[in-house]
């Protein structure tokens, strides 16, 4: 029987243990949980999402201080046109958060960061462009495109001297989505590195509607694979979405994967940036306590624990400090927000259900997404005398990946 271990990713000179780990924002996939995935010879993500917030975090900078106190005038309007964010400094949080984190590198493994195409900022095109131009110019390995179609990313950076030299990746969930990346970015003849196959069982946003039940990452995997081969394209593909054990990884390997990109098992590891009383959540939650829901702004769905405080949270928008979804001087979250508070205007505590204010709840960890297997959590590890779950290391985690057999899971000592 053949485990993870037995298979390499090759990526230029690097020969690599054929795992990833998927960049979860706000910082959940933490420099940390990434340097430690690239010691033991793997992928690690950091992820830009909200970089202001997490460089004030790291580095006790004042980036969403300053912002707010320039637009504080602007908190009980609800058009929000005016709020940007200042490029300079979303470029210098950008290399401090990913040079901090190339210069404690060690091992053989790759460090990258995950930008999402979403986080539209007022300014998508120019605030992506900076975001991911800086990133190359703080010395990334590879830059995964996500939460978007990224039609134009790669026109972006055609200039920038390490555009052929980092590796560049695209999450899609279908063989359209990769289709027209490749049909939009042709001219610069610069094939992506990687494709990272997003099945309809990953954590966090979706790239599917409410019917996501209809499809499967295997037969996704499949069509793709199948594409690239009579198109003679040599793009590696790295499945992604519900590979819970060394076997699922392996399944995926034995017919033709690159590598796989794994999330969940990570959320509840020492590394991992969300707060110790939130990874007993997960550890604590059933099978019904996962749902896909329709609250993002962004459009796309979204799987969570139903209980997270986000959920029903009638917040004010915060856009003056975070601002990460703005578009147009709005968010479907402003929209819903004012809906509610013009129908119940005398309410000391106001609900709504129809969005929730994504950028406040997930730089406060209260929007608890998650992967489809999240109830399996308790299951990897022991309960203690208190009643709590031991939290476990990324390199147990990330061993038990490599060596494990079929669908054995190592407990921890």
């Known amino acids: 029987m053949k485990r993870v271990d037995d298979f390499r990713l090759q990526f230029?000179?690097?020969?690599?243990?054929?795992?990833?780990?998927?960049?979860?924002?706000?910082?959940?996939?933490?420099?940390?949980?990434?340097?430690?995935?690239?010691?033991?010879?793997?992928?690690?993500?950091?992820?830009?999402?909200?970089?202001?917030?997490?460089?004030?975090?790291?580095?006790?900078?004042?980036?969403?201080?300053?912002?707010?106190?320039?637009?504080?005038?602007?908190?009980?309007?609800?058009?929000?046109?005016?709020?940007?964010?200042?490029?300079?400094?979303?470029?210098?949080?950008?290399?401090?958060?990913?040079g901090r984190t190339m210069e404690a590198k060690r091992g053989p493994g790759l460090v990258f960061v995950n930008c999402m195409e979403k986080l539209t900022m007022n300014a998508p095109r120019e605030t992506l462009q900076v975001r991911l131009k800086a990133a190359l110019d703080a010395g990334v390995e590879g830059i995964t495109l996500s939460a978007g179609l990224h039609l134009g990313s790669f026109a972006l950076i055609e200039d920038h001297p390490r555009f052929r030299d980092a590796k560049l990746g695209i999450i899609v969930s279908s063989l359209r989505a990769l289709q027209l990346f490749l049909r939009k970015?042709?001219?610069?003849?610069?094939?992506?590195?990687?494709?990272?196959?997003e099945g309809p069982l990953a954590g966090g946003h979706l790239g599917f509607g409410m019917d996501w039940a209809q499809y499967d990452l295997a037969t996704i995997t499949a069509e793709i694979q199948a594409w690239l081969k009579k198109e003679e394209l040599n793009i590696p593909l790295i499945a992604a979405g519900g590979i819970f054990t060394g076997g699922d990884a392996v399944g995926f390997l034995e017919n033709g994967a690159a590598a796989v990109q794994v999330s969940t098992r990570f959320t509840i590891?020492?590394?991992?940036?969300?707060?110790?009383?939130?990874?007993?959540?997960?550890?604590?939650?059933?099978?019904?306590?996962?749902?896909?829901?329709?609250?993002?702004?962004?459009?796309?769905?979204?799987?969570?624990?139903?209980?997270?405080?986000?959920?029903?949270?009638?917040?004010?928008?915060?856009?003056?400090?975070?601002?990460?979804?703005?578009?147009?001087?709005?968010?479907?979250?402003?929209?819903?927000?004012?809906?509610?508070?013009?129908?119940?205007?005398?309410?000391?505590?106001?609900?709504?259900?129809?969005?929730?204010?994504?950028?406040?709840?997930?730089?406060?960890?209260?929007?608890?997404?998650?992967?489809?297997?999240?109830?399996?959590?308790?299951?990897?590890?022991?309960?203690?005398?208190?009643?709590?779950?031991?939290?476990?290391?990324?390199?147990?985690?990330f061993r038990d990946y490599q060596f494990s057999n079929g669908q054995q899971i190592a407990l921890p000592d």
């Open 185 to 197: 970015t042709a001219r610069l003849q610069r094939l992506p590195d990687y494709v990272v196959v």
């Open 269 to 397: 590891t020492e590394e991992c940036g969300l707060p110790a009383d939130v990874k007993q959540e997960y550890f604590k939650a059933g099978e019904e306590d996962i749902v896909v829901n329709t609250l993002s702004p962004t459009g796309y769905p979204m799987r969570m624990l139903k209980h997270c405080p986000a959920i029903g949270s009638g917040i004010r928008p915060n856009c003056e400090a975070f601002g990460y979804l703005l578009e147009g001087g709005n968010c479907a979250y402003i929209t819903a927000y004012y809906k509610a508070l013009e129908a119940n205007p005398d309410t000391k505590t106001l609900s709504v259900e129809d969005k929730t204010c994504l950028c406040t709840h997930m730089r406060n960890f209260d929007c608890w997404t998650c992967g489809h297997y999240t109830y399996r959590l308790k299951d990897t590890t022991r309960r203690l005398a208190d009643g709590n779950y031991q939290l476990l290391t990324a390199e147990h985690v």
């Open 12 to 98: 230029g000179r690097h020969e690599l243990v054929p795992i990833m780990i998927g960049g979860m924002g706000v910082d959940i996939s933490t420099a940390a949980l990434a340097l430690e995935v690239a010691r033991l010879g793997g992928v690690g993500h950091i992820s830009d999402a909200m970089v202001p917030t997490v460089a004030d975090r790291r580095f006790k900078t004042h980036y969403v201080r300053d912002k707010l106190k320039r637009y504080k005038h602007n908190v009980a309007n609800s058009d929000k046109s005016e709020v940007k964010f200042d490029l300079g400094e979303l470029a210098e949080a950008q290399r401090l958060h990913v």
